[in-house]
């Protein structure tokens, strides 16, 4: 059963260390990185072919790492292993890995709302606690679980295994899922062993850029320095710009290839010679060279000169010499470097079409360009529909293709995709003489899946990619605007290549932006038209709203402005569909999901004012933090106007006097809070900002009758530091509450109105504390929590939730970390949603009285 969550990556290992040699330098280099304190993660670099994965792959084979292999799995059946950029697989993989190792204790099920408790005299095979089919979760109260199950086993027999809970697929916001798979066995195992190192491995980070979903692809979803002391990552990558400063900061970076200086190490020529060497003492090899009297030592280190030290040339290069061409033992004529060696392959095929009837220009060049921009793994079928050449004829392409293509299985079920990634680079780069155009082959396989009368699973999952690198914007538009095509994507199964594309679609620079729009305008025409109000419709208007909000960041300000326009019109569409909604729910008396979207309601209207270029309210809210020496208290009493300033401006509403009256309510509530907080906070003052058990007990019962929790800080003093304070412009007010607070004792604060979130640039080695006011799901934020916690540096917590505020205070003073930030939201949204609404006092009370 564990073996279904753990990927074995077993055939991959092997195949990658079958002709591994040297790399000591490496491994010392490894060894000292684990002897030392810091830092935490050690990144292998190197160019497509370096060795880095045959080296990684060796390490889990001679110590048993806990290990993760991100790429599309080259070299190994691709069929399986497409899954293995996803971050649920990943968690899932390394997490029943450590489960594995350590036992099931190291999960913390209670957190998901299951407890687990069985009793078992002797166990001799797998004891699974619960298997679960579907299993959908939010953290839940410890004494109030979901599901219960109890384990003891007294006496382990052989090749016994204890899960405690096995879930077959998780129905949940995949941060929640990593984090409890991941970063809660890290912090459990070194919680019990502090002294035990824990060592994990994960290769290709380079290539979790390529999931459907980038803001939760797996490098994005890493435990961003909150590791525990004794855990450790050993990661490997190609250079590029998925590589930021915040992470590089944090690691041991090693090369492999040349570095960006241009430096290399002077044993990555002697490991490439070792493997020559061993290529040179095989007997067709030893024969050529006796037969030319060349010696066998020099020829191989000009081999390895050739190959500038790169494994994938040397592996090509002996293929090639062990399927008998000889011109690769001219050793004047050795060509140089990885697309040396695959021009040459090239070369020689055209050169072979001159004597045969398979053609370059008519055959290999149309096979070989399909595959170069295939989505997936083709079969021999899919290849002779998307490049219009006969299967005959695919077939010997792909018997000659075989040294560059990687196969998966058996004879009619046969799967074939480029064998590595930088030679389907070489085929379409413009550096290539004789380049492959990819935009034509992406254009061919457009014609044959809108030519498919039925559907098929390469047609629902890639289409909109391919007519994205086509070019086909009319045909984008077609599909866009089709209603069962737009509903058939929120299915969980196409969800995130449907997100991945759309957020390709927004970052094209190819695309016109008045045809981008049209299409954007034809998605909301659909969506507004074809679809009954519910849920269904505003989930819709919502997701896609978020995703073109988020991802509007470009230097052409027409199009940020008009993506920004388009963005606030599915924004006020939604709006309008959640109040309607909010009515039907208000009229049937369920004042809870009532509440839940009239919260929605009042989101997105704030959203769409927020995006718009006239925005009253962000006017508003940048006015009221640029005035100078701003009172607190007045913080707090103007606080309850801007809010009901800012409903008046997106509701479009006039303050009547009844409204006058309710906004005097709100300044009177605003008042009581106030005052309690300072009360909350002379209490954590008096007691030195340390409370005795009993202290914390009432200030706990104090916090549930908070009406409005605001914010609770608890400082440990110093006499300067700095802050930096990231807010949307709605959330203005309790941006200039904190940046007061702590000038107040002497800090140096930084104020930011980012119009998107770029997390990995706020941690800088100058910042001491990071305040964070607004939605972790906000555009641009997922992932924060983890990404901004460091042990006794930085830490980041928001909840929702009255009654945790103390209780998380607690926590932090108990494990001494130096600054707490958390944060409780306005009961006044609320109120004030249920009042635009629906003017009716007897349904805010009941409202009301769900958020007690």
Request: hydrophobic content about 40%; some cysteine.
């Amino acid at each position: 059963m564990l073996t279904n969550k753990i990927i074995d990556f077993s055939e991959l290992i092997d195949k990658s260390t079958g002709n591994f040699v040297g790399r000591h330098w490496v491994r010392d280099a490894v060894d000292d990185f684990l002897k030392a304190n810091d830092p935490r993660y050690f990144l292998l670099l190197g160019e497509p072919g370096s060795g880095k994965t045959a080296f990684v792959s060796d390490l889990v084979k001679h110590r048993g790492y806990p290990h993760h292999f991100i790429g599309k799995g080259s070299r190994i059946g691709l069929v399986v292993s497409l899954d293995w950029r996803d971050p649920i697989r990943f968690a899932e993989s390394i997490g029943y890995q450590l489960i594995q190792d350590y036992g099931s204790w190291i999960m913390n099920w209670e957190d998901w709302g299951i407890s687990v408790n069985q009793e078992v005299k002797e166990l001799r095979g797998l004891l699974i606690g619960v298997k679960v089919k579907n299993f959908k979760a939010t953290p839940r109260p410890a004494d109030k679980p979901k599901l219960t199950v109890e384990q003891k086993v007294e006496q382990f027999g052989q090749a016994a295994q204890m899960v405690g809970v096995y879930i077959e697929k998780y129905i949940m916001e995949v941060e929640h899922i990593v984090h409890q798979l991941l970063i809660v066995p890290l912090r459990n195992i070194a919680e019990k062993w502090p002294e035990h190192q824990v060592v994990l491995i994960v290769d290709a980070l380079d290539e979790a850029e390529g999931y459907s979903d980038p803001s939760r692809n797996i490098f994005k979803m890493l435990p961003n320095g909150s590791l525990p002391a004794n855990i450790r990552f050993l990661f490997s990558s190609r250079p590029g710009e998925h590589l930021t400063h915040d992470f590089l900061s944090q690691a041991h970076v090693f090369w492999l290839s040349e570095d960006e200086k241009g430096n290399r190490n002077p044993h990555i020529i002697e490991d490439a010679k070792a493997y020559s060497l061993k290529l040179v003492e095989e007997k067709p090899v030893k024969e050529i060279l006796s037969k030319r009297s060349i010696e066998p030592v020099t020829f191989a280190e000009q081999v390895a000169r050739a190959s500038q030290g790169n494994f994938l040339y040397l592996y090509h290069y002996a293929q090639g010499v062990r399927n008998g061409d000889e011109a690769l033992m001219n050793a004047e004529a050795l060509p140089e470097g990885l697309y040396g060696i695959y021009e040459d392959f090239i070369g020689k095929i055209k050169d072979k079409e001159k004597r045969e009837d398979v053609p370059w220009d008519g055959a290999y060049k149309p096979v070989l360009g399909a595959l170069s921009v295939a989505r997936a793994p083709l079969n021999r079928r899919q290849i002779a529909d998307f490049s219009g050449v006969e299967q005959g004829t695919v077939g010997t392409i792909i018997v000659r293709l075989k040294q560059f293509l990687d196969i998966a299985g058996e004879r009619a079920d046969r799967y074939y995709a480029i064998y590595h990634k930088s030679f389907g680079e070489y085929l379409i780069s413009e550096n290539n003489e004789d380049y492959i155009d990819s935009v034509k082959s992406h254009n061919k396989i457009v014609d044959t899946l809108l030519r498919q009368h039925s559907e098929d699973e390469y047609k629902n999952n890639y289409l909109l990619a391919h007519m994205i690198e086509a070019h086909r914007w009319g045909d984008i538009q077609k599909l866009m605007g089709g209603i069962e095509y737009l509903k058939a994507k929120q299915n969980p199964l196409e969800k995130y290549n449907f997100e991945r594309d759309f957020i390709a679609l927004l970052n094209n620079q190819k695309i016109p932006d008045v045809k981008l729009i049209n299409i954007l305008k034809e998605a909301l025409n659909a969506i507004s038209e074809k679809l009954e109000i519910g849920i269904e419709k505003s989930n819709l208007l919502d997701i896609l709203s978020c995703w073109i909000n988020e991802f509007s960041e470009t230097d052409n300000v027409e199009r940020r402005t008009a993506l920004k326009e388009i963005a606030r019109e599915f924004d006020y569409a939604c709006a309008v569909v959640v109040k309607e909604l909010v009515n039907r729910y208000l009229k049937n008396g369920e004042y809870e999901w009532a509440l839940r979207f009239a919260e929605l309601q009042t989101w997105v209207y704030q959203r769409a004012e927020d995006y718009s270029k006239c925005a009253e309210a962000c006017k508003f809210a940048e006015e009221m933090c640029s005035r100078e020496g701003m009172h607190i208290a007045y913080q707090h009493l103007a606080r309850a106007e801007f809010i009901r300033m800012r409903a008046c401006a997106l509701t479009k509403l006039s303050i009547t006097e009844a409204d006058k009256d309710v906004q005097k309510q709100y300044e009177a509530q605003a008042k009581k809070v106030y005052a309690e907080l300072n009360e909350a906070f002379a209490i954590l003052q008096q007691n030195g900002w340390r409370l005795t058990e009993k202290e914390w007990k009432q200030l706990e019962e104090y916090s549930e009758k908070l009406p409005m929790p605001h914010s609770i800080l608890v400082i440990d003093k110093k006499k300067s530091f700095t802050v930096k304070v990231l807010s949307n412009a709605h959330d203005c007010i309790s941006a200039m509450y904190i940046i007061q607070f702590f000038e107040s004792y002497g800090g140096a604060v930084e104020w930011v109105h980012p119009t998107r979130f770029r997390t990995e640039e706020l941690a800088t080695p100058e910042t001491e504390f990071i305040v964070l006011i607004g939605g972790p799901r906000s555009p641009g934020m997922s992932g924060v929590e983890d990404r901004f916690y460091k042990e006794n540096k930085y830490f980041f917590l928001q909840s929702y939730d009255a009654k945790k505020l103390v209780a998380g205070v607690l926590k932090t003073l108990q494990g001494n970390t130096q600054w707490y930030w958390v944060t409780g939201t306005s009961k006044i949204n609320t109120i004030m949603a249920a009042y635009n609404l629906t003017k009716d006092y007897e349904v805010i009370n009941k409202i009301n009285q769900l958020t007690v």
